[in-house]
Nanobody
Framework: QARPVESGGGSVQAGESLKLSCAGA????????MAWYRQAPGKGRDRVSS???????KYEDSVKGRFTISQDLKNDTLYLQMNSLQTEDTAVYYC??????????????????WGQGTQVTVSS
């Protein structure tokens, strides 16, 4: 199965902004939700923000008020607008997706579809 493809990562100064994009979700059958995860150096992967196909969103506490997740269902693209970036936001960011199973969307579980990741580096 093909993987979604992230773009938009890069190196910025603290306080600046970046917008990540994730394309290629259209091939995912029965897609019911997507999210952005990140993995900082030496740490595990953490969920940053999620969105259902109905548009319901959730955010990890440290990014609330700074990051905004959105989606373009027509073009099957996921976005993450990141403002007021901090050095603690430095990580590889992954686009992930869930597929509906037996009428249920398992967004409480680990996603089964992952992109290859895009590096975000924030310097002080």
């Amino acid at each position: 199965q093909a993987r979604p493809v992230e773009s938009g990562g890069g190196s910025v100064q603290a306080g600046e902004s970046l917008k990540l994009s994730c394309a290629g979700a259209g091939y995912i059958r029965n897609r019911c939700g997507m999210a952005w995860y990140r993995q900082a150096p030496g740490k595990g992967r953490d969920r940053v923000s999620s969105i259902t196909t109905n548009g319901a969103t959730k955010y990890e506490d440290s990014v609330k008020g700074r990051f905004t997740i959105s989606q373009d269902l027509k073009n099957d693209t996921l976005y993450l607008q990141m403002n007021s970036l901090q050095t603690e936001d430095t990580a590889v960011y992954y686009c992930v997706a869930w597929q509906r199973r037996s009428g249920f969307c398992p967004m409480g579980s680990e996603p089964t579809i992952w992109g290859q990741g895009t590096q975000v580096t924030v310097s002080s």
